[in-house]
């Protein structure tokens, strides 16, 4: 059983529908992740955040929004998407502890189809 | 900046045989992680294994190791003994220790055929 719940396991919505896309970690870290992995691409960092603190945002456009109203929580707010936004958006977590680096953990992703 | 590429996008091998998957890697730090996860039909990606770069010795999680070659930028992982469970897609990943994040590969389809 995973330490990082991803809800909903699939989403299919139209360009102007409003979603949200909701993570959970019961790991204790202190860090969150947003990634995309589209077929036959690497994964992609959208967001990450550090104590609840966004600390990068790489470039993502606007209609994706996210939130971390706390260390155990991540949500990922959509609006008006592309069908080129249609992807397997994967959530994770790390223990950052300022010394090496650290192991993600995952969810299971949602799994999202803009028609 | 950091670049990592999985040159085989699909390998198949029989139950119980050894396997091997590519990678190399390019990064301008001093120091690096080096990571391989698995992606099974779940969705779920999972950590294999990782290796330290200052390490010279290669890294061993039972029936995973890797052949760690810094000087050649080469980091392939080999599955000994395959199982059907083994089947799934495999990232190689690295990160610096001075802020660049983890950079995955496009991955390599390994199937373990019975």
Known sequence: ?115 | AQTVTQSQPEMSVQEAETVTLSCTYDTSENNYYLFWYKQPPSRQMILVIRQEAYKQQNATENRFSVNFQKAAKSFSLKISDSQLGDTAMYFCAVEGTSGSRLTFGEGTQLTVNP
Do not use: I
């Open chain 1, 1 to 115: 059983e995973t330490g990082v719940t991803q809800t909903p396991r699939h989403l299919v919505m139209g360009m102007t529908n409003k979603k949200s896309l909701k993570c959970e970690q019961h790991l204790g870290h202190n860090a969150m992740y947003w990634y995309k992995q589209s077929a036959k691409k690497p994964l992609e960092l959208m967001f990450v955040y550090s104590l609840e603190e966004r600390v990068e945002n790489n470039s993502v456009p606007s209609r994706f929004s996210p939130e971390c109203p706390n260390s155990s929580h991540l949500f990922l707010h959509l609006h008006t998407l592309q069908p080129e936004d249609s992807a397997l958006y994967l959530c994770a977590s790390s223990h950052q502890s300022g010394t090496g680096v650290n192991t993600l953990h995952f969810g299971n992703g949602t799994r999202l189809t803009v028609t």
